[in-house]
């Protein structure tokens, strides 16, 4: 499958940092409460996800968001937002890798078998 243009980052993306890119994001370490993602495609932060995504920026309810330690403020993909799903307590350091995408016109977050 060919997903076009991706912008990898390495480290952590401290709080009020933002990211933007117009193909994929792939950040490689942590994404702390506060900073931004915003990719018109999918996004995948292997490490903790604590901030805010977007991700199928311009109304692409194809894309997704996955991560390692899944516990973001807010997430957006396509035209569709979710806030409630941080999860107060510390993430759960045995989860599996959770992928969150658009299902019957709903954002769906999913363990990864």
């Known amino acids: 499958i060919e997903e076009g243009k991706t912008h990898f980052y390495r480290g952590t ?3 009020g940092s933002k990211i933007e890119s117009d193909g994929n994001v792939v950040v490689l370490g942590d994404v702390n409460p506060s ?3 915003k990719a018109r495609g999918n996004v995948i932060v292997l ?3 604590n901030g805010t995504v977007y ?5 692409d309810d194809r894309a997704f968001i996955g991560a390692v330690h899944f516990n973001p403020i807010q997430i957006t993909i396509g035209m569709k937002t979710i806030t409630d799903i941080q999860n107060e307590t510390r993430v759960d350091k ?3 890798f959770k992928v969150a ?3 019957n016109q709903e954002i769906v977050v999913e363990e990864l078998i």
């Open 94 to 96: 045995k989860s599996k």
């Open 47 to 49: 490490g903790h996800l």
């Open 101 to 103: 995408s658009i299902k």
């Open 35 to 37: 900073s931004i993602i």
């Open 13 to 15: 993306l401290r709080s």
């Open 55 to 59: 991700a199928g920026l311009g109304g």
